[in-house]
Nanobody
Framework: QLQVVESGGGLVQPGGSLRLSCSAS????????IGWFRQAPGKEREGVSC????????YYVDSVKGRFTVSRDNAKNTVYLQMNDLKPEDTALYYC???????????????????????????????WGQGTQVTVSS
């Protein structure tokens, strides 16, 4: 069973940067769509960024566009979320989640998903990490 592990969270001042990593053992993350989600206290979990497994496409929620970048390093079997110009409202527990490319391809073929944006919701991802805390505070 696929297990993903997040790392890289921490405490950073406003305007600072962090890079989160999502890794897995025994599975090739290149064959999975990867989503980064976050949940702040008292708020619902939201999809921050997703990267497709079947197309060269990415999605970012409006609040992080231009500041966050998701990328794959297939040689290291890792997906990164580079977070720049962090703001206090970015404070949350960040999760990495994975969905197999067969699932994404099937959802696309039947029209359930028409873009990586449409896939970037919790219910499409079955393998979740434990989360890494990001705190932005002066």
């Amino acid at each position: 069973q696929l297990q993903v592990v997040e790392s890289g969270g921490g405490l950073v001042q406003p305007g600072g940067s962090l890079r989160l990593s999502c890794s897995a053992s025994g599975f090739t993350l290149q064959n999975y769509a990867i989503g980064w989600f976050r949940q702040a206290p008292g708020k619902e979990r939201e999809g921050v960024s997703c990267i497709s497994s079947v197309a060269p496409s990415t999605y970012y929620v409006d609040s992080v566009k231009g500041r966050f970048t998701v990328s794959r390093d297939n040689a290291k079997n890792t997906v990164y979320l580079q977070m720049n110009d962090l703001k206090p409202e970015d404070t949350a527990l960040y999760y990495c989640a994975a969905a197999p490319e067969t699932y994404e391809a099937r959802q696309r073929s039947v029209g359930e998903i028409t873009s990586i944006q449409a896939m970037c919701v919790s219910r499409h991802f079955g393998a979740w990490g434990q989360g890494t805390q990001v705190t932005v505070s002066s």
